[in-house]
C-alpha cells in the first residue's frame, strides 16, 4: 500500500539555521511528490511539487527514488516559515492524494 | 483565484444527530476531495468524486456518506455522529485532465464537535 511517513512530530530551529523536513514514501511505481503547508488561521496550500523543481519561499525538495525520500530543505529559516508541513503522494493517473502525518516547524528569533 | 467555501466553521452536534458538512468551489474542478485532519494522523481521504453523481471511497469512509448532485457543490453527510467523528474536516478541488494529481485547494475547515 502506498504511505507517506513524516517521521518528526516537531522540529524546532532558530532564524538563520538551515531546515530539513523529512519525507519519505512507499510506492513502487513512479510517484508524484507535494509539500503543502498551513500557516497560523490559513487554509492549507501547495509550497512546492517535484516536477516544477523549483524553489519556493527559499525551499527546496529533491525526490530520491532509491531512497524513496522527498526532504524539504532551506539553507536559512525565518520566523514566518513557522508552519505545519505535509508531505503527500500521488501515484500514477490518480487524482487522489496521500497525506503524511506532518511536521510542525517552529522557528525561535 | 480560486475559491473552496465550507459552509460552517464550527459546528456541535449530540451523539446520533444527522450531520451534513456543505462545501462549494467556484472554479468548475472536476475533483472534490473530502479530508479529516487529526493531531498526529495528519489528512486521511474519507471521499473523493471525480464528476457529478460520482462518488469513491476514500481511506476511511466508514460512517459517512457523500453526495455530489451539482459540479460544484460536494456535502459530506454524518448519518449518525459519534463521539469519534469529533475532528476538523477539509474540503479541497482540483482540476482534472492531466496526468497525475493537480493542485488541491483547500477549504478553511469546519471543525466538528460530537458531544
Known amino acids: 500500500a502506498q504511505r507517506v511517513t513524516q517521521p518528526e512530530k516537531l522540529l524546532s530551529v532558530f532564524k538563520g539555521a538551515p531546515v530539513e523536513l523529512k519525507c519519505n514514501y512507499s510506492y513502487s511505481g513512479s510517484p508524484e511528490l507535494f509539500w503543502y503547508v498551513q500557516y497560523s488561521r490559513q487554509r492549507l496550500q501547495l509550497l512546492l511539487r517535484?516536477?516544477s523543481r523549483e524553489s519556493i519561499k527559499g525551499f527546496t525538495a529533491d525526490l530520491n527514488k532509491g531512497e524513496t525520500s522527498f526532504h524539504l530543505k532551506k539553507p536559512f529559516a525565518q520566523e514566518e516559515d513557522s508552519a505545519m508541513y505535509y508531505c503527500?503522494?500521488?501515484?500514477?493517473?490518480?487524482?487522489?492524494?496521500?497525506f503524511g502525518t506532518g511536521t510542525r516547524l517552529q522557528v525561535f528569533p | 483565484d480560486v475559491k473552496v467555501t465550507q459552509s460552517s466553521r464550527y459546528l456541535v452536534k449530540r451523539t446520533g444527530e444527522k450531520v451534513f458538512l456543505e462545501c462549494v468551489q467556484d472554479?468548475?474542478?472536476?475533483?472534490m476531495f473530502w479530508y479529516r485532519q487529526d493531531p498526529g494522523l495528519g489528512l486521511r481521504l474519507i471521499y473523493f468524486?471525480?464528476?457529478?453523481?460520482?462518488?469513491e471511497k476514500g481511506d476511511i469512509p466508514e460512517g459517512y456518506s457523500v453526495s455530489r448532485e451539482k459540479k460544484e457543490r460536494f456535502s459530506l453527510i454524518l448519518e449518525s455522529a459519534s463521539t469519534n467523528q469529533t475532528s476538523m474536516y477539509l474540503c479541497?478541488?482540483?482540476?482534472?485532465?492531466?496526468?497525475?494529481?493537480?493542485?488541491?485547494?483547500f477549504g478553511e475547515g469546519s471543525r466538528l464537535t460530537v458531544l
Open positions: 468524486s471525480y464528476d457529478v453523481k460520482m462518488k
Open positions: 517535484h516536477i
Open positions: 479541497a478541488s482540483s482540476s482534472s485532465g492531466r496526468v497525475g494529481a493537480g493542485e488541491l485547494f
Open positions: 503527500a503522494l500521488s501515484t500514477y493517473n490518480t487524482d487522489k492524494l496521500i
Open positions: 472554479m468548475d474542478h472536476e475533483n
